[in-house]
């Protein structure tokens, strides 16, 4: 398989919203109420896409995978938003795959670009061994935080640092 990563431009705000949504749904579906996954959030997606495609930062790094020409995952870094060990320079604020593409290597090429290999930190979901294992093999290590994202308020969340 061949797959392609590159910066996103407008023409990807629709399918990026949409693949965003399809991978929560994919990771989170028995982790949150069925009633989170709403027309509204697709559209609450779409717009926070919309605002960081057309408005880009160069502190910012949005990453994003084809193949066959389809979207089937994205990164997103940058310098910390969220609770962060003190000294924290980049913070992975978001990283998904297509289920169908998991194993490919995709995701790894996705953050390798958006975050490089120095410090950084995220929040990954507690309960979700397979990307905690994704990120201890790049050098990721729980730091004990815990937190609940009000975005995701039945999904709580555990920080990794490398």
Same mark, same amino acid.
């Given at each position: 398989? #061949?797959?392609? #990563?590159?910066?996103?431009?407008?023409? %990807?705000?629709?399918?990026? /919203?949409?693949?965003?949504? &399809? #991978?929560?749904?994919?990771?989170?579906? %028995?982790?949150?109420? @069925?009633? $989170?996954?709403?027309?509204?959030?697709?559209?609450?997606?779409?717009?926070?896409?919309?605002?960081?495609? @057309?408005?880009?930062?160069?502190?910012?790094?949005?990453?994003? /995978? #084809? $193949?066959? !020409?389809?979207? *089937?995952?994205?990164?997103? &870094?940058?310098?910390?938003? @969220? %609770?962060?060990?003190?000294? /924290?320079?980049?913070?992975?604020? @978001?990283?998904?795959? +297509?289920?169908?593409?998991?194993?490919?290597? *995709?995701?790894? +090429?996705?953050?390798?670009?958006?975050?490089?290999? !120095?410090?950084?930190?995220?929040?990954?979901?507690?309960?979700?061994?397979?990307?905690?294992?994704?990120?201890?093999?790049?050098?990721?290590?729980?730091? !004990?935080?815990?937190?609940?994202?009000?975005?995701?308020?039945?999904?709580?969340?555990?920080?990794?640092?490398?």
């Amino acid at each position: 398989m #061949t797959y392609e #990563t590159r910066a996103p431009g407008v023409e %990807d705000v629709d399918a990026l /919203a949409r693949l965003h949504v &399809a #991978t929560w749904i994919e990771t989170y579906a %028995d982790q949150l109420p @069925s009633d $989170f996954f709403t027309p509204e959030l697709l559209e609450r997606r779409r717009a926070m896409w919309d605002r960081i495609v @057309s408005n880009p930062r160069p502190d910012r790094q949005v990453q994003v /995978a #084809t $193949f066959d !020409g389809a979207l *089937v995952g994205f990164a997103f &870094a940058g310098p910390p938003v @969220s %609770d962060g060990p003190e000294g /924290a320079e980049r913070e992975l604020y @978001s990283i998904y795959v +297509s289920r169908d593409h998991h194993g490919s290597g *995709v995701a790894q +090429s996705l953050l390798d670009q958006a975050l490089g290999d !120095g410090p950084a930190f995220l929040w990954v979901a507690e309960h979700n061994p397979r990307a905690q294992a994704f990120y201890r093999r790049n050098g990721f290590e729980l730091d !004990g935080a815990h937190k609940v994202d009000p975005v995701m308020p039945d999904l709580p969340h555990v920080r990794m640092v490398r």
